[in-house]
């Protein structure tokens, strides 16, 4: 059974709009979270992390939203541009800090 | 970019062979991953190592072993690949364990 999972494969958005990725998890021993972007061919590249006893971390135009009680984050990209095009992971850690990623969902940027 | 490589970057064997993947890194970071990566699966771990000589299983390891000799490479060893073994392969580092991790530009692997 996945531990985290997200439920969208793909999202298309208009260039210079929002794009909102979502992600969730089962697991409320995990206290750490991450998104990770990745291109055609390439390795993943971090993104942005947030821990637990935050509820919000931004860094530019990306920002990750914690909503523990729920087990939800999200990715918010404001505003996106065509290179945003890639697959993005969302992944969560306990206290061992080994990662367990999402299946990834495509993000398309249409300019 | 962190310095990490991958070798080879890709790779087509035969059911049965033994295959052995390099990851090495310049960066001189403890810890060292190996994940795989398939479609509905996003990328699970299989083997990581947290120093010279110090490794330890992750989600994935069965069918697969690991050795640090040195800090700067993490070599993941397939005895007998299976079909089932076919799959992306990416290296990762991180300075320390709560550190966010850097990956390598992967390995495709193929068996036949």
């Known amino acids: 059974d996945q531990q985290v999972k997200q439920n969208s494969p793909s999202l298309s958005v208009q260039e210079g709009r929002i794009s909102i990725l979502n992600c969730d998890y089962t697991?409320?021993?995990?206290?750490?979270f991450l998104w990770y972007k990745k291109y055609p061919a390439e390795g993943p590249t971090f993104l942005i992390s947030i821990s637990s006893i935050k509820d919000k971390n931004e860094d530019g135009r990306f920002t990750v939203f914690l909503n523990k009680s729920a087990k939800h984050l999200s990715l918010h990209i404001v505003p996106s541009q065509p290179g945003d095009s890639a697959v993005y992971f969302c992944?969560?850690?306990?206290?061992?800090?080994?990662?367990?990623f999402g299946s990834g969902t495509r993000l398309l940027v249409r300019p | 970019d962190a310095g990490i490589t991958q070798s080879p970057r890709h790779k087509v064997t035969e059911t049965g062979t033994p295959v052995t993947l390099r990851c090495h890194q310049t960066?001189?970071?403890?810890?060292m991953y190996w994940y795989r990566q398939d479609p509905g699966h996003g990328l699970r771990l299989i083997h990581y190592s947290y120093g010279v000589k110090d490794t330890d299983k992750g989600e994935v390891s069965d069918g697969y072993s690991v050795s640090r000799s040195k800090t700067e490479d993490f070599l993941l060893t397939l005895e007998s690949a299976t079909s089932s073994q076919t799959s992306v392969y990416f290296c990762?580092?991180?300075?320390?364990?709560?550190?966010?991790?850097?990956f390598g530009p992967g390995t495709r692997l193929t068996v036949l």
């Open positions: 990762a580092i991180s300075e320390t364990r709560d550190n966010e991790q850097f």
């Open positions: 960066e001189n970071h403890r810890y």
């Open positions: 697991n409320s021993m995990f206290d750490y």
């Open positions: 992944a969560a850690a306990d206290s061992s800090y080994k990662l367990i």
